[in-house]
């Protein structure tokens, strides 16, 4: 069967079902939501339904998977695949584990912790002894050696039982497929899977596929962040006025991605039985109708010349732009305040990139001096002469700035040459 876009009445009952049904999408609750829906259509009647998170161990799931039921003659196991699937980016996926293991939480640690299980199965390594090692192998296999420590730091406190591979989970569910249903059938969920999964694609031609897609209605999608922001704020014994939701989906213009994101930060922030205003939204959430000088220049440091050169046209689009707590007005001699606030990290790029190069040298701490480390990060992908090349274009673009060549135009041309190494 092909993938299909998950509505309730496209789920069969039990009996109908293939053994294997899998509920996907981009957005953990949206994902629930749905599996809740799938779940009650299959489990009607007399069927056993049994439960596993993304921290089960897949030995247990197998086990659940490969045994008959003993009070029924049905069986419904229900699994959340995401680590098992792994993810079309595992090095975006690390940063965003130190991200949240800086959040210094409870929910930024689970947060963490998932996030790394992911990132384990997606590169196939285990924990075997000394997390150090482990962390190591996963920077090496990312070309970021500079994330060893910080990794190492999260796999330390990360029960090591919970961290093995799925293989043995992945061969069971492929042995299901292989064959009708009879008697057990296995509900998957996952989010943000990964485009190329082989598992998925094996689902999609001998099981039910079913995509989440949130209606591209404003409205109906403004109804479904509020039930998420509701939602998750009742898990976290948090009160959230109305106006403070009405604010978030405006700061975050919407996107389900986005908006989920700075929910569970600023739920972090208020705590367990605190509370979110409107005033507080506008005080910890950026304005993502706004353009982010930041998120460009990530772009930059991962050699993504498509997604930089869209967000650069959006920076000279007359929007407000902003880099951290500051913002600039782009009709107040802003190509030049760009230019210098590139070359500035440009020249950071180069100076680490040369320093990490010498022998015994250390990648920056992020838990010190952030900066250092971000500029690290962006500066793992280019060499020395790379940068030092780009840095001194610099100085014959600004001389075209304040000629009046067209700035979007002479930009675009910078750095796609930057990103380009010509």
Known sequence: MPKKEFAEDAVPSFDQ???????????????EEAAIGARGR??????????????????????????????????????????????????NLAEEALDAWTRKTPAGRRDAFRRMRRVLSALDVSIEGDP???????????????LAEPLAEILREMPEERAATGATLASTLRLLLSRPNDGLVALLTASDPPAGSELLAEVAKRGLLLAVRVDEDRKEIEKALRR???????????GIDAEAVSRLIFRTNAEPGIFATELEKLLDWAGDGGRIRAADVGEQV??????????????????????????????????EVRAGQRSFDPNDGWPQIFLGMLTSELRR???????LDEPGATAPDPRTDYRAYKAASRASRYTVRELARALAGAAELDVKLKTSAPPLETLTAYVGGLIAGS
């Open 228 to 238: 998420l922001a509701a939602a998750r704020a009742r898990e976290r014994d948090v």
């Open 349 to 355: 790029m180069l100076l680490i990139r040369a320093q």
């Open 286 to 319: 950026f304005d993502e109708a706004s353009e982010d000088f930041y998120e460009f220049l990530e772009m930059v440091g991962k050699r993504e010349a498509g997604e930089a050169l869209k967000r650069l046209e959006r920076l000279f689009s007359g929007r």
């Open 132 to 146: 150090a090692e482990a962390a190591s192998v996963v920077a090496r296999k990312l070309r970021r050696k500079e």
């Open 42 to 91: 299959l489990a009607e009647g007399d069927v056993e339904v049994l439960r596993f998170d993304d921290d089960a161990p897949p030995g247990a799931v197998a086990e659940a998977l490969l045994n008959r039921p003993l009070f029924s003659a049905k069986r419904l196991v229900e699994i959340d695949v995401s680590r098992l699937l792994g993810t079309d980016s595992p090095g």
């Open 17 to 31: 079902a293939p053994s294997v049904v899998a509920v996907v999408g981009p957005v953990d609750f949206f994902v």
